[in-house]
């Protein structure tokens, strides 16, 4: 599986920023026309995830705040949202996310939509093992929605639970309600490597609780090649990698 299916992520956030701007002086600087174009940073993708609490505290808002700008217009995910119930898309919209605490959330705001929990290596580590890998400072936190789990702040961005097993990241799965179980290349790859076999294990755990399976990134056919061993039922790649290595789809 490539990445042609509409996605909505909803990775678990916290961006620090001042809570109010500061007084700018634009000096000679127009912007009675601003438009802020770019990549997925300029939407307010952070830490793989596109929702509205980051979106509000993206730089192009920042930036039209600091400079005057009052009319300044945003796509936002829950203006999305809207639109995919308008047009019946719901089954064809996954909303994704490392955070059980946001998935959480969006089945109470959107329980038609299906649910993708996410899991990486690093939500299986110490906290000091987390600061000798990324070399960020790790702050266990108080979270308000902590479903039974530990949470805590990686850096400035990153706000994750952790996990003591595999089989509580499914466990915590199953709460939600979710469909899909996703797991990093950080996630199986280790795996594989400590105890061969455990991935397909897990996989097969996963399918034994209704669960289906996608694996993410393959950006090389070896990766490619890799997750399809393990019995994923989906892999996310580029789209031309994917349409070479992805099963013909037999017709309806």
Not at 51 to 76: K, N
Not at 130 to 155: M, Q
Not at 228 to 250: C, E, F, N, R
């Amino acid at each position: 599986m490539y990445r042609t299916t509409a996605l909505v992520s909803l990775l678990a956030l916290v961006l620090l920023v001042p809570g109010a701007a500061l007084a700018v002086n634009t000096g000679s600087a127009d912007f009675t026309n601003y438009v802020s174009a770019g990549d997925s940073l300029t939407a307010g993708f952070m830490s793989g995830s596109l929702i509205d609490t980051s979106q509000l505290h993206d730089y192009p808002l920042i930036i039209a705040t600091q400079a005057g700008v009052s009319d300044f217009e945003q796509p936002l995910v829950s203006a999305a949202v809207s639109e995919v119930r308008k047009t019946k898309m719901t089954g064809k919209v996954i909303f994704d996310s490392f955070s059980p605490a946001l998935l959480y959330l969006a089945a109470q705001a959107a329980p038609g939509i299906p649910r993708e929990l996410d899991i990486s290596g690093l939500q299986l580590l110490t906290p000091a093992q987390i600061e000798a890998i990324t070399g960020l400072p790790v702050t266990i936190i108080n979270k308000n929605i902590s479903l039974g789990l530990t949470w805590a702040d990686i850096g400035q961005v990153f706000r994750l639970p952790g996990y003591a097993s595999p089989q509580q990241f499914l466990a915590t799965g199953m709460a939600l309600q979710v469909r899909i179980v996703g797991g990093e290349m950080d996630f199986f790859g280790p795996a594989e490597q400590q105890q061969p076999g455990s991935g397909a294990a897990f996989v097969a755990a996963a399918h034994s609780l209704g669960l289906r399976t996608f694996a993410d990134p393959a950006n090389t056919p070896a990766d490619w090649n890799f997750f399809a061993s393990l019995g994923v039922d989906a892999t996310y790649s580029t789209i031309p990698m994917g349409v070479q290595l992805q099963p013909a789809i037999p017709e309806p």
